[in-house]
């Protein structure tokens, strides 16, 4: 029985570590796509304050409030369309931030009111 025993152990040192390489890939990639959520509603939401003739510092604030931290965030106007475009970088898990990060971003128009007759 001692002899089953030594295997277990051996299986498990090998099967723990694939796991939590698992585990830190998998909160990874849910925390890049949270990023990338957070990017569309912050594009979203400077769209809308630029849109409604809100002041260029008004929008890029309702634009950095809802964006990721350390994002950036650019608003033009284009014609008749006001751009907002938020880009932020998602790090990757503890010690592998710097290899595994990930540059997520969204672009979001609206048509400026001053334009709709």
């Known amino acids: 029985m001692s002899g089953d025993t030594g295997y277990v152990t051996a299986e498990a040192a090998v099967v723990v570590p694939v796991l939590v390489v698992f585990t830190a890939m998998l909160l990874w990639g849910l925390m890049t796509a949270a990023a990338q959520i957070r990017c569309v509603d912050a594009a979203r939401a400077g769209a809308r304050a630029?849109?409604?003739?809100?002041?260029r510092?008004?929008?890029l604030a309702a634009a950095a409030t809802a964006a990721p931290r350390g994002a950036v965030v650019d608003l033009r106007r284009d014609g008749d369309l006001v751009r907002v475009r938020v880009t932020a970088r998602s790090l990757g898990p503890g010690r592998l931030a710097g290899l595994l990060s990930a540059t997520v971003g969204a672009e979001a128009a609206a048509l400026a009111e001053d334009t709709v007759r």
Do not use: D, H
């Open 57 to 59: 510092s008004a929008a």
């Open 50 to 55: 630029a849109a409604r003739s809100e002041p």
